[in-house]
């Protein structure tokens, strides 16, 4: 019969009493705290785990007294000890870890990690009588297994059922040695990563390991439109390329799986999904198969939740299994995402894109408001700085031709030559899909952030990215959009808000836009012999001149547009009606009167034109004036339009001043 006994072993007599108390719940616990008395404890036999503190583990005396099937945890208050500390036993001896301090107690994950020692030391004991009842010694159990059929016409039934069941046993053994390397080479993946899309890479692993069919990773986000909500990093075993608020978040106070794991901090296990009310539509509609079992955890810093880990349908040979995730599943998948936890908080991953590893936009701005303001306080003569906002040239395109995940791998590629490709002192963002925002520090006016823009340009256009040679121009290239503050006359740099931060970036993205030029879906590559149109290029924001004795300078208004209600930097889609059919443009700015907005084709001005304002996921037909609509400055073709909405209803009014509203709140207006 095996007996679960423990021997308890740290120098500090408080933190062994708390060890063994806990240890008391899984079996009997001897305590010692002189490393001296353990071999003479162990001498004894019997001992089915133990617990020691990295400090002690490295003892030769300590390591020589413990045999098999006994199993070792390392225990310690930091997680640099505790690894060197297991990786001096000999491999032999069944070994753990896990973090566990007075100042952190952690619990939890120790009991777990004790359980986990204990079911190993059971199985190799078991293992060992099976071994010495039957005289298999070494053999292979799957030629065992072989050869029963042959055994089978020579011994009685019940002997034969004995040798199964014992060779399913020493099965299970071998199995679970090898589900514990897989294991541990997960867990070496997630204290080795060194950003948050190698940490993210673990996902097929984590899949795997359980045998599930699809695995979703989430963070906990707040925001003051939406509130506390889960977002997923990874969904569906994919990496999201945007932010689709509305498809795929989960707040936390709905009817959802997810969310129910985050709001209470608890497991879920089910093996049947049908009449449950938090199969919400995000299951039922955006995973590739219907869930048909789901087995999520919570991913906890301290006491505190901070994600979730979520797997759903069990495979089991080659097919959904309907009994769902065992409770070995359960366990593995719990002791994953309290790994995760410590390797999310090491990372900061509240601050950083998940998929490129580059900082989100929210803490861009942050940091960018940090920089300059402390330069204004210190008066130092930095000069000015640049915004700059870089995208992708026929990113839909690539992928398209490749599929998501290549345009993943991509972006993340991208993402690192773009990091490598500017100064120390300068920051880079991923603005939102194909789009990155940079910082550039103490520049002399926009000809020189223009130059180191160009070398930023020139390096992604000589790297080679995997099947660029299929793009438009057979290679992978940027288009730039450039601006400065302050501009030229404008003197000493001024204290920089958030609000004027935003609309810099508004202007890098219209320089943006002349950049990019007229896109054409028609496009082929070299071989065709056609022109494509002008893209890869750096552009610099400028303002229009209005002539003699106009207002100029940052806040001059551009062209003659002038509007009595406040106007909001907010690009949303807006559809013009010609003769042909609707074109397609988009606002620079707009206010409950009207909005300017942005063509590659000028709209004659007159009274009267249907249009089509589109707000988040609804659409206003409503009759607009075109107040004027003339050239931007550059080489591209793209005009810029003034619009006065006539005749909107009081509902059109209130759903502009709602989203407008939160526009500004969001972004701290």
Aim: charged share 30%; hydrophobic share 40%.
């Amino acid at each position: 019969m095996f007996i679960k006994r423990i021997v308890v072993l740290h120098p500090l007599s408080e933190e062994a009493d708390r060890l063994a108390r806990l240890a008391r719940k899984c079996g009997s616990v001897a305590v010692l705290t002189d490393p001296e008395a353990a071999p003479a404890e162990l001498a004894g036999g019997g001992v089915a785990a133990v617990v020691v503190d990295a400090s002690l583990a490295a003892g030769p005396a300590l390591q020589a007294a413990v045999r098999p099937p006994a199993g070792v945890l390392v225990t310690g208050a930091a997680e640099e000890d505790l690894w060197p500390a297991a990786g001096s036993w000999p491999s032999a001896v069944d070994i753990d870890v896990c973090r566990t301090s007075p100042a952190e107690p952690r619990d939890l994950p120790f009991l777990r990690a004790l359980g986990r020692v204990l079911e190993v030391a059971r199985l190799k004991s078991e293992a060992a009588d099976l071994r010495r009842s039957l005289g298999l010694q070494e053999v292979k159990v799957k030629d065992v297994l072989g050869e029963i059929n042959e055994i089978k016409a020579l011994l009685n039934a019940g002997f034969l059922n004995e040798v199964e069941k014992r060779l399913a046993i020493e099965a299970r053994y071998v199995g679970s040695q090898k589900e514990r390397r897989r294991f541990e080479s997960v867990l070496r993946r997630i204290y080795g990563a060194d950003d948050v899309s190698s940490l993210l890479d673990v996902v097929p692993e984590i899949r795997d390991i359980v045998q599930a069919a699809s695995v979703s990773v989430y963070v906990l986000e707040e925001n003051e439109m939406i509130g506390r909500y889960l977002k997923p990093l990874v969904w569906d075993n994919t990496f999201l390329i945007h932010s689709d608020f509305s498809r795929y978040i989960a707040p936390l106070e709905s009817q959802d799986f997810a969310a129910s794991v985050a709001r209470f901090g608890h497991d879920i296990n089910i093996a049947s999904l049908a009449y449950d009310r938090r199969l919400s539509k995000r299951y039922t509609s955006l995973l590739k198969v219907p869930p048909r079992s789901l087995l999520g955890v919570p991913i906890v810093q301290g006491s505190r939740v901070i994600g979730v880990l979520e797997v759903t349908n069990k495979i089991a040979g080659g097919q959904i299994a309907p009994g769902g995730f065992s409770p070995e599943d359960q366990q593995v998948l719990r002791g994953l995402s309290d790994h995760m936890a410590i390797a999310m908080a090491k990372l900061n991953l509240i601050q950083y894109d998940p998929l490129t590893g580059l900082l989100r936009p929210e803490p861009f701005f942050e940091k960018v408001l940090q920089k300059v303001n402390a330069l204004s306080k210190r008066r130092r003569e930095e000069g000015a700085v640049a915004l700059v906002m870089g995208d992708v040239d026929w990113f839909k395109v690539y992928n398209d031709r490749n599929g998501q995940e290549a345009g993943n791998r991509l972006l993340r590629e991208l993402g690192h030559i773009l990091k490598l490709s500017i100064r120390e002192e300068d920051l880079i963002c991923r603005y939102g899909g194909e789009e990155f925002l940079f910082f550039l520090m103490g520049v002399k006016g926009v000809e020189e952030a223009a130059l180191l823009t160009e070398r930023i340009r020139k390096n992604v256009e000589d790297h080679y990215f995997e099947l660029q040679e299929f793009q438009p121009r057979g290679n992978l290239t940027m288009s730039f959009g450039v601006t400065v503050f302050p501009k030229e006359g404008d003197g000493e740099p001024a204290t920089l808000t958030k609000k004027e931060l935003k609309r810099l970036a508004g202007e890098a993205d219209l320089a943006l836009a002349e950049a990019k030029g007229k896109e054409r879906p028609d496009l082929k590559g070299r071989e065709t012999g056609e022109a494509p149109v002008d893209k890869n290029r750096v552009c610099s924001f400028v303002w229009e001149d209005l002539g003699e004795g106009a207002a100029s300078g940052r806040n001059a208004p551009p062209f003659r547009e002038k509007r009595k209600h406040e106007r909001s930097s907010a690009s949303t889609p807006l559809l013009v009606r010609e003769d042909s059919g609707f074109k397609v443009a988009k606002t620079v700015n707009i206010s409950v009167e009207g909005a300017r907005i942005v063509t590659d084709e000028p709209i004659a001005p007159g009274p009267a034109v249907d249009t089509v304002l589109v707000i988040e996921d609804r659409a206003t037909a409503v009759r607009s004036d075109v107040v004027y609509s003339e050239k931007g400055r550059g080489e591209a073709p793209l005009y810029y339009s003034g619009l006065k909405f006539r005749d909107l209803t009081s509902r059109a009014i209130r759903e502009l001043e709602t989203y407008l509203a939160l526009f500004r709140r969001r972004d701290g207006l």
